[in-house]
Each structure stands twice: as structure tokens, then as C-alpha cells.
């Protein structure tokens, strides 16, 4: 017997809604019971590039893209006025704008909450502001060449929570009318954001969640979000922050990016450079301690080497961060002068967790910048209250082992150090150097046990050190 086929029309529709569009149309051919059962499942992906092959050719074929856009209109037509759940609509170059005109609006119209929008045409399309006044939509995706810049004032979703801007553009102002027109707004997600104004504002009083990923170039950015718990800003460094209004402030990561030459420029002696010059990279880079003033209130923060490049120019306006428990650094390249100036200024720290350490200089690995006094040069980190240290990517070095050496030695409420490989490759060391850093490593553990420090080793950073001492003696 064809149990399944017995089953109800609504445990069918469900199980059929984890299908392609397409594949819930071929089940029509399995019997009379299964004709017309597709049309009813509320959901719709359609992905132009699963019926049109274009490897095998046929997006160059008219007809072919004519069919495509003839089955989508069948689906719609046979769907009529019934509810929708979630739309996939992924399309590229060939299918006509008034047909997505209409398919939006059609799925909008029918109360759709989540919509995802991909649209790729070879010259962009114009995402039309009419029929985006839904009191049903609750997740909206649109990425990929699709340019909002005439999107007016009509727009108006009062129950929207998530938003993810992918590679879209805006026109001038544009930018100002989607937030107000969203004021239940809890998530937005902006990556690779084009024709945004050179001064912009994220406003918004009910947003919860924010991403954002190089999505401004030059000029000012602000934030007013009072309610904001998570922030992921990954960009270029702005040129001021008016604005920073994150005190509900809980996880942060910031990441932002400066070239080589900016660097240079803010430390020359006297900020020296070209006398027309209109960029005054040391004002720049030094106004990112707004932004950090802006997020003192948070809990858990995490910063990449080049925003550790940026902060070493600001240690003097470097923030106190009274409730930060978690502090996350992905060292790499960059200079440590801001690290201790920030471990200074989080009294009330108790995980402190670093991305590769080959690169840290053990000898200058307990000095700060210049703005530090000379009595503090010793080592603020003796008064740090770290219960906890994380290295992640230890390769095995004998640089490295001298580091956490150095923490046990100034990190007076340590208890636990955690070291794991995350991926790194372990050194190839010559077999002296191999026999050295057996002996290191125990000489680590003993010295540990003094400092009644507990360290663990991942299981597969252990095997990887056991099998290299193994073979190379």
C-alpha cells in the first residue's frame, strides 16, 4: 500500500514545502492524488539557473527563458489568492522586470513573511517600491544587483524583525526612508552596500542586532540604537563618529580596516605629509575612540589585528570597560601597544582569548605606547584580573611558549589556560629544535603546577605534538 500517499493534505504540504519548486511539480506525476497537491504547498524557491542549465546553453535560448517564465506564472496562477509562508526567488539576465514586478507583488499581496530576492541582470534592476506595504512580512533578503535607489516613502512594513541588505545600492537619502519605515526592525545585516551618502545614521530604536560589512567608504557614520545587543562592524575606518549610542551593548566585534600607507601617514612625527593634504588620517583613526567610548557598556568584545593597529594610535582616550567579561584578539601582524592599555582598562575581565601568537615579540610583549607613563611601563597586566586564557592556533613554537610563560608570571588570578591548534598547522622544526620544545613544554607544565594553574591541551593539538616529537626523534 502507498502509505504515504494516505496521508493528510497538510502533513503532505509540509513534507513537500523542504523541496524545490520544481521538485514539488515533478511529485504531480505520481498519481491522481499528487496532480494538483503542489500547487498547494506555501512555500515557493525558484531558481532560475535549476530549469534553465545555463552549462548546457540555454539561457542564450528565448524560448527557453519564455517557458521558465510561463511555468512561474502557471504556478501563481494555480496558487490564486491562498496564503504563502516564504518566497526564494533567484533569477538573472534574460527574465523580463515586469514578470518580477509581478510575482513580487502577487506573494506580497498574499501575506508572505519571508522573503529572500536575488536578482542578477546584466544591467541592475529596479526594485519597485509598489506593493511593499505589507503587514505580514517578517524576514526580507534582497542582495545581488538589485538597486533601490527610487524606493519612496510609500514603503511601509510594521512587522519586519529581519533585514539582510546583500551587494544592493541605494541613491542619495534613500538609505534614511528604509529604517523609519521598518520600526519593528530587531536584525539588519549589510554587507558590500553601494551608493550609500558620505555621512549616514543607523537609527533605529527597536534594532537588536546589527551587521555590517564594508558597506561605507568615506565620510562620517553614527550609531543611535539604544536597544542594540550585538554589533559586527566590519569596514573601513570612518572618517568620524558623531554618534555612538550602544548602551544596552552586550557582544561586539569590530574589525576595521586601514592600509598600510594610513598608518604610516598618522605616525609620522607631527602627523608630517603633504601640506594639501585633506585627509588627516591621525584625526581619522584617532576618532575611532568615539566608537569605543560608544561600546564601553559591553560584555563580550572581540577586535582583529588591524583594529588593534587602529587603537595603538588612541590608547590615551582608550575607554574604561567595567562590564567586559570576555575580551577575544586575533593578533596576527599588527602592533600590541593597545592590548595592555585595554586589559588596564577592563577591571572586571575573566577571559582573555588570542588568535596566533607567532607573531608577538617576546621581549616588547609587556610594554605600551608611548601615552602610558614611564611608572606603568612595568607591566599593568600584574594587577589583571584574568581567571582564564584561551590561545587558539598555537603552532608549537618556542616564541610561543615564552608568552605563556610570561602570562603566568603576570597574570596573578590565572587559573586555567586552554590551548588549541583551530586549524593551524603545527611548525616542522629540526629535531634539536623538536627536543627543545619537549623540554619547553615540560618546563611549561611545571611551572604551571607552581603557579597552581591548570592548562589543557586540545585532543588534536596533543596528538599532532606527541606524533611530531615521536617521529623527529
Known amino acids: 500500500m502507498d502509505l504515504v500517499s494516505r496521508l493528510p493534505d497538510e502533513v503532505l504540504c509540509h513534507i513537500l514545502s523542504f523541496l524545490t519548486t520544481k ?212 569596514d573601513s575606518v570612518a572618517e568620524d563618529y558623531h554618534l555612538a549610542n550602544l548602551q544596552n551593548l552586550f557582544e561586539a566585534r569590530i574589525n576595521l580596516v586601514v592600509t598600510k600607507d594610513q598608518i604610516e601617514r598618522a605616525r609620522a612625527p607631527n602627523n608630517d605629509w603633504l601640506e594639501d593634504d585633506e585627509d588627516d588620517v591621525a584625526l581619522r583613526l584617532g576618532n575611532v575612540a568615539k566608537l569605543m567610548y560608544g561600546i564601553r557598556n559591553v560584555q563580550k568584545l572581540c577586535l582583529t589585528s588591524s583594529t588593534l593597529e587602529v587603537l595603538s594610535l588612541c590608547c590615551e582616550s582608550m575607554p574604561v570597560f567595567n562590564n567586559l567579561k570576555l575580551l577575544r584578539l586575533r593578533r596576527g601582524e599588527s602592533r600590541w601597544q593597545a592590548v595592555p592599555v585595554l586589559l588596564k582598562n577592563c577591571p572586571h575581565l575573566e577571559t582573555l582569548s588570542i588568535v596566533d601568537l607567532s607573531h608577538c615579540v617576546p621581549d616588547t610583549f609587556g610594554d605600551v605606547c608611548d601615552c602610558i607613563s614611564q611608572e606603568d611601563k612595568v607591566c599593568p597586566r600584574s594587577t589583571c584580573p584574568v581567571k582564564r586564557l584561551e590561545i587558539e592556533g598555537f603552532r608549537g613554537t618556542m616564541r610561543e611558549i615564552k608568552i605563556i610563560k610570561h602570562f603566568l608570571d603576570y597574570f596573578p588570578c590565572l587559573k586555567e589556560i586552554e590551548i588549541s591548534d583551530q ?48 617521529r623527529r626523534t
Open 23 to 234: 521538485e514539488t511539480a515533478l511529485t504531480s506525476v505520481l498519481s491522481k492524488r499528487w496532480l494538483n497537491l503542489w500547487t498547494l504547498v506555501p512555500n515557493l524557491d525558484i531558481d532560475d539557473s535549476v530549469f534553465l542549465h545555463p552549462e548546457e546553453g540555454k539561457r542564450d535560448r528565448p524560448e527557453i527563458i519564455q517557458s521558465f517564465m510561463d511555468f512561474v506564472d502557471r504556478i501563481i496562477s494555480l496558487q490564486g489568492n491562498s496564503p504563502i509562508n516564504k518566497v526564494s526567488l533567484k533569477c538573472q539576465t534574460g527574465v523580463d522586470s515586469d514578470n518580477l514586478d509581478f510575482w513580487i507583488e502577487n506573494v506580497l499581496a498574499r501575506g508572505v513573511s519571508d522573503l529572500d530576492l536575488c536578482i542578477v541582470f546584466g544591467d541592475r534592476y529596479w526594485l519597485s517600491s509598489s506593493g511593499f506595504e505589507s503587514n505580514k512580512l517578517v524576514k526580507l533578503k534582497i542582495g545581488s544587483g538589485i538597486d533601490l535607489g527610487w524606493w519612496t516613502e510609500s514603503i511601509f512594513l510594521p512587522m519586519l524583525k529581519t533585514l539582510v541588505l546583500d551587494s544592493v545600492e541605494f541613491c542619495v537619502d534613500k538609505f534614511a526612508i528604509l529604517l523609519p519605515a521598518c520600526p519593528a526592525l530587531e536584525e539588519l545585516d549589510m554587507a558590500n552596500i553601494k551608493g550609500l551618502d558620505s555621512d549616514e545614521t543607523v537609527s533605529s530604536a527597536s534594532l537588536k542586532t546589527l551587521k555590517i560589512k564594508s558597506s561605507v567608504g568615506s565620510g562620517t557614520f553614527s550609531f543611535d540604537t539604544p536597544s542594540l545587543v550585538y554589533l559586527g562592524y566590519s
Open 423 to 470: 586549524g593551524y598547522g603545527l611548525t616542522q622544526p629540526d629535531v634539536p629544535e623538536v627536543i627543545d620544545l619537549q623540554v619547553q613544554m615540560m618546563k611549561l607544565y611545571k611551572k604551571s603546577l607552581t603557579c597552581n594553574v591548570e592548562i589543557m591541551v586540545c585532543e588534536s593539538l596533543y596528538n599532532k605534538l606527541t606524533a611530531q616529537i615521536l
